[in-house]
């Protein structure tokens, strides 16, 4: 039987649907594009904002629509958070829970016909261990960790995902060398909270991992999929000021610049521990590029604030702004809160952002050029390949030679937002 995969949200998703798609192709599924015609889509779905529920519903719509006659299942953040979807045509509903259990949910479907909902309470859970198999890219994603139990204010993930749990350190090391010996140079490390790993573990944590992981034989490149200013404490920053292994590249979250919209979403930190803390980090990484996510229009975010909020990111000189519009979730602490802002102020505030975040990009990526950077290929494009540096700068390179099991050290000679352009030296050409 054919199936195809429609993924959105965030690369824990990414990395579930990865393991949903391996686990088929392993019990003699064959797996088709989006575009084509299959008889199972699986639609893992996102709901962190208004406009990802809006995408998860017609992403359904559009499965259902495409593939009528096909097996249909909705699984992810929107499926937990709705638990009921009452859609015809939609077969099997399985939430947060089950994902790895993929195959026998559709077998059990297929022999019985009829309609599955596996939507269960996300408290008290143990880690639902993943283990991704399938070796065909340079960079590969490995979950580690699950849940958050911050319960920000406005976010609505520690209620589809649940309380925090990890992934056994023998399991996460074993999975690493696995991919490592399968061709991988790079590991992205992901959860929803990820440098919570450990948290129910004793005398083992994030720092832990980490120092387990860059001894690694072959592998050559650690990264972060997003870690909390808290999270970074003396020891995960002793791994930083040790080995190279560990990228120059951490997403660390902001979310506002102003200590009293801060407050009011009950992030656990000021803007003055925010600052004091990339000074830290610039220290040991100096030409490090920090990335970050900022929420804005916020309820009863004033234009001072928003002003605030812009004079943070300037004093940080951020190297990218992920800029999310306030969005409101039933559920949530912030869906009470008065003094919400309408639709056009948070779309200017948000367009402002982005202009800033185009402009801070560049003025990274200007840093970098006439210098030589290394960059793992990662596709191909009509007159060459893509890929990125350890410091997340993408890449494009003109070559004939479009083989990407090969690293290339470039000198990088201009920008074309959102590319540099590099030449390549044959001198120092590297065979992986």
Do not use: W
């Not at 939609?90 to 829970?97: A, K, P, S, Y």
């Not at 975040?357 to 390949?385: A, C, H, N, R």
């Amino acid at each position: 039987m054919k199936f195809n995969i429609y993924t959105l949200g965030c690369k824990v998703n990414t990395y579930e649907s990865n393991v949903m798609r391996d686990q088929l192709k392993n019990n003699g599924y064959i797996e088709v594009s989006t575009d084509e015609l299959a008889d199972i889509s699986i639609i893992n779905t996102c709901t962190v904002t208004n406009t990802a529920d809006h995408k998860s519903m017609k992403t359904i719509k559009h499965a259902i629509h495409k593939n009528p006659d096909a097996l249909i299942v909705v699984c992810g953040c929107f499926a937990q958070n709705a638990k009921n979807i009452e859609i015809d045509g939609v077969d099997i509903v399985i939430g947060n829970q089950g994902k790895s259990k993929i195959v026998g949910y559709i077998e059990s479907f297929l022999e019985h016909k009829n309609k599955i909902e596996d939507v269960l309470e996300m408290k008290d859970l143990t880690f639902e261990s993943m283990i991704l198999n399938n070796f065909n890219k340079t960079r590969a994603f490995v979950k580690i960790q699950d849940g958050c139990d911050n319960f920000c204010t406005y976010c609505i993930i520690p209620y589809t995902r649940g309380n925090v749990r990890s992934k056994k350190p023998k399991t996460v090391i074993q999975e690493v060398k696995e991919l490592v010996q399968n061709g991988h140079r790079e590991i992205v490390l992901t959860g929803i909270h990820t440098g919570n790993y450990g948290a129910e573990f004793e005398n083992y944590d994030f720092a832990d991992l980490l120092n387990d992981l860059i001894q690694i034989e072959g592998l050559e490149r650690v990264r972060i999929s997003s870690i909390e200013a808290t999270e970074l404490n003396e020891r995960v920053l002793e791994v930083f000021a040790k080995s190279q292994v560990l990228v120059d590249h951490l997403h660390i979250p902001l979310q506002s610049g102003s200590n009293t919209v801060l407050k009011r979403m009950n992030r656990k930190y000021d803007k003055e521990y925010f600052i004091q803390k990339i000074n830290q980090i610039r220290k040991i990484r100096p030409n490090i590029s920090i990335t970050t996510d900022v929420i804005t229009g916020f309820p009863g975010e004033t234009e001072e604030e928003f002003k605030e909020t812009i004079e943070t990111i300037q004093t940080i000189k951020f190297a990218k702004l992920h800029v999310f519009p306030f969005s409101k979730r039933d559920r949530t602490a912030a869906c009470k809160l008065p003094n919400h802002l309408d639709n056009a102020t948070k779309k200017e505030r948000a367009r402002i952002l982005i202009s800033l975040s185009k402009q801070l990009e560049v003025e990274y990526m200007k840093q970098f050029i006439g210098k030589e950077v290394e960059v793992l290929p990662e596709t191909i494009s009509e007159d060459g390949i893509i890929g990125h540096t350890g410091n997340y700068l993408l890449v494009k390179v003109k070559t004939n030679d479009k083989n990407l099991q090969k690293k290339r050290i470039l000198k990088l000679e201009q920008i074309e937002y959102p590319y540099c352009y590099g030449v390549e030296n044959v001198d120092y050409f590297i065979k992986l």
